[in-house]
């Protein structure tokens, strides 16, 4: 190892859905944190790992900064909070748009209490007609926090993504290698299996249900010809969310089982034979007891 070698923890903020666990993942190479239309859907921070001859970048994936209705989502936002204590850099993602609204400037405000480099990234640029619309993005932003650095990207169409490894290394102190250079995530197997069958449960199932839909897995094991057995609940918080779950004959819990299944066998690299089941257990996002269960637990 140089020495040279640069290492460091990188915080990814903004507000619910605007590309922050699309981005990660595409750096990485690799598909870790789920990615859905619908806001709120990272719950936990995640940490993933980026290498190469320069150095090292361990990426925390908090969830969006929002305001919390309920438990989950005070545990959400404090998550959110906690990790920009931590880090050695904050990448802020907005959308390309000149309106700053009160979720943005709710950010800004956190952001103006630390002391932490902020790099502001404006993701989703392949959205937008001309660059004047970028130029006048930046101008909207550039007076609400003192920037290190601001920088326009596609995390989808892979723009500029480069330029910003560029800058977080620009920032990073000279260190230790934290991980093997094959490491690309810290979660364990059973806790990214659980947010793949969450994932296809927010994409397919209506509006209404899936904020209110946790994953368990009850167990995992590996057969002598090395298969994988996984048993999962899908929790729910009303009756008549379980009935929409699972579907007229079971249709949609089949739909589930069947795309995560897939995304499973293909990050472990085996076949998988995943077996959903469907609980009620009413306003447990509420719960402290059902959110440490569900592994949403204060961190201390």
């Known amino acids: ?10 915080a990814l903020v903004g507000r619910p859905n605007v590309g922050k666990s699309t981005l990660m993942n595409h750096l990485i190479g690799q598909k870790i944190a789920i990615t859905s239309e619908k806001p709120q859907t990272t719950r936990n921070r995640i940490q993933t790992v980026y290498t190469d001859g320069r150095g090292q970048i361990i990426f925390l994936d908090t969830p969006g900064i929002h305001k919390a209705k309920n438990k989950l989502g005070e545990y959400m936002v ?7 204590k931590e880090v050695d850099v904050i990448l802020w993602l907005v959308e390309p748009s000149t309106f700053v609204g009160a979720g943005e400037r709710h950010i800004a405000e956190i952001l103006g209490k630390v002391k932490t480099p902020v790099i502001l990234v404006i993701n ?24 290190a650095q601001i920088v326009p990207v596609s995390a989808l169409k892979d723009k500029n993504t480069e330029k910003m490894t560029e800058m ?13 250079e094959d490491t690309v995530t810290d979660q364990p197997m059973r806790q990214i299996a659980a947010e793949l069958i969450r994932e ?18 009850e167990s995992m094991t590996e057969r002598k010809n090395g298969m994988f057995d996984i048993e999962a609940n899908i929790v729910c918080e009303r009756e008549s969310h379980k009935g929409i779950i699972i579907g007229k004959g079971g249709s949609m819990l089949k739909r589930i089982g069947t795309a995560a299944r897939r995304e499973i066998e293909n990050l472990m690299g085996a076949r998988v034979n995943l077996q959903l089941w469907v609980k009620v257990r009413r306003e447990w996002r509420d719960s402290e007891l059902y959110m440490k269960n569900y592994g949403y637990s204060p961190r201390q």
């Open 78 to 84: 404090n998550v959110a909070e906690g990790t920009l």
């Open 1 to 10: 190892m140089n020495d040279d070698f640069k290492s460091g923890f990188v």
């Open 168 to 180: 977080i290394f620009q920032y990073l102190p000279c260190g230790p290698q934290y991980y093997d």
């Open 200 to 217: 296809k449960a927010l994409r397919l199932l209506d509006e209404e249900i899936p904020h209110g839909i946790a994953v368990t897995i």
């Open 124 to 147: 989703k640029i392949d959205t937008v007609k001309n660059q004047e619309q970028i130029l006048s993005c930046m101008e909207a932003y550039k007076n609400f926090c003192d920037f």
